[in-house]
């Protein structure tokens, strides 16, 4: 898998957009790029994926650059509740049996300001 | 639906202790995944399972083994507790490969 860049912490006034950015320039073409958060101590919760077209869901957004070197998470109207650690990953499609070890980096910890 | 529920929540043991941690979902996934988190540290893969009966390394297995006799369940094996598996253990599956990832609660264990 592709290796991914993310900074390490974040801050966001509450209701405001929050733009989480994430560097994935050694992507290959048929990786996606994937996001989840863990919310305090809790299991990491799926946010999002996609390959090359922007995609949008209940929860967010995710803009991923014409070359696919960097992709943007977007949470529209950030809550107090979207204080998380954020994880952008790059992993294949499929899941190849002996070859991927799928890894979480450290991720971007996300702090929403009241 | 319970999703992945993990057992137990919490646990201390004694360096060279043995337990099981144990994982069941009910959502007839056939990918299975054992992750540790260190303190701020990301999620390493310990092992993960492609269906019952197949199970594989992940980047951090020594000092651990799993079994895959159902679907359902996915547990893992501590032999010989040491101080350096002090960690949070979660547990995941997907329905399809590279899909969705489905984490339980974690699993905090303490060795000392």
């Known amino acids: 898998d592709a290796k991914t860049t993310q900074p390490p912490s974040m801050d966001c006034a509450e209701g405001r957009a929050a733009n989480l950015p994430c560097n994935h320039s050694?992507?290959?073409?048929?990786?996606?790029v994937y996001w989840y958060r863990q919310i305090h101590s809790q299991g990491p919760q799926y946010i999002i994926h996609g390959l090359k077209n922007n995609e949008t869901n209940e929860m967010a957004s995710l803009i991923i650059t014409e070359d696919r070197k960097s992709s943007t998470l977007i949470l529209p109207h950030a809550t107090l509740r979207d204080t998380a650690v954020y994880y952008c990953i790059v992993r294949l499609p499929l899941f190849n049996f002996g070859n991927e070890k799928l890894t979480f980096g450290t991720g971007t910890r996300l702090t929403i300001i009241p | 639906n319970a999703g992945v529920t993990q057992t137990p929540k919490f646990r201390i043991l004694k360096i060279g202790q043995s337990m099981t941690l144990q994982c069941t979902q009910d959502m007839n996934h056939n990918y299975m995944y054992w992750y540790r988190q260190d303190p701020g540290m990301g999620l390493k893969l310990i092992y993960y399972?492609?269906?019952?009966?197949?199970?594989d390394k992940g980047e951090v297995p020594n000092g651990y083994n799993v079994s895959r006799s159902t679907t359902e369940d996915f547990p893992l094996r501590l032999e010989l507790a040491a101080p350096s598996q002090t960690s949070v253990y979660f547990c995941?599956?997907?329905?399809?490969?590279?899909?969705?990832?489905?984490f339980g609660e974690g699993s905090r264990l303490t060795v000392l």
């Open positions: 995941a599956s997907s329905r399809l490969a590279g899909g969705e990832l489905f």
């Open positions: 399972s492609v269906g019952a009966g197949i199970t």
């Open positions: 050694t992507i290959s073409g048929n990786e996606y």
